[in-house]
């Protein structure tokens, strides 16, 4: 989508701070953190939420996980605990409608979250 913040961001029209990248999936700092450590894992195709991922583009959430668990692991965050966030829609905390995995670390989370 031409007007998507992080298509922008993966056609590098808007800078942004990458942690991860391949061919299927980025990885970005958020630039409005709310943890010590606080990336975006984000598909490099669009789509708003996961239920509009159609069954021929499955492999998406394989690829964009494998990209988490790299960064995870590049950030030693397995070593401090995480959390991983996905929200979809307005009053679940979307802000930008395109699939995005949040992943949060370095305090202490509580249960249940929001």
């Known amino acids: 989508m ?4 992080f298509c922008k961001i993966i056609r590098n029209e808007i800078p942004s701070k990458k942690i991860y990248e391949d061919e299927s ?3 970005i700092s958020d630039l409005n953190p ?4 606080h990336f975006l ?4 195709k669009h789509f708003a939420g996961i239920h509009e991922v159609p069954g021929e583009e499955e492999t ?3 690829t964009l996980f494998r990209a988490i668990s790299e960064t995870v692991k590049r950030e030693k965050l397995n070593e401090k605990g995480y959390r991983l966030v996905i929200n979809y829609g307005e009053k679940a ?3 930008v409608h395109h699939i995005h995995v949040h992943i949060l670390s370095g305090r202490e989370f509580h249960w249940p979250p929001g």
């Open 2 to 5: 031409d007007d998507c913040v």
């Open 60 to 62: 998406l959430f394989e």
């Open 41 to 44: 894992a984000i598909p490099r």
């Open 34 to 37: 709310q943890a010590p450590h």
């Open 25 to 27: 999936a980025i990885v």
């Open 93 to 95: 905390g979307q802000t």
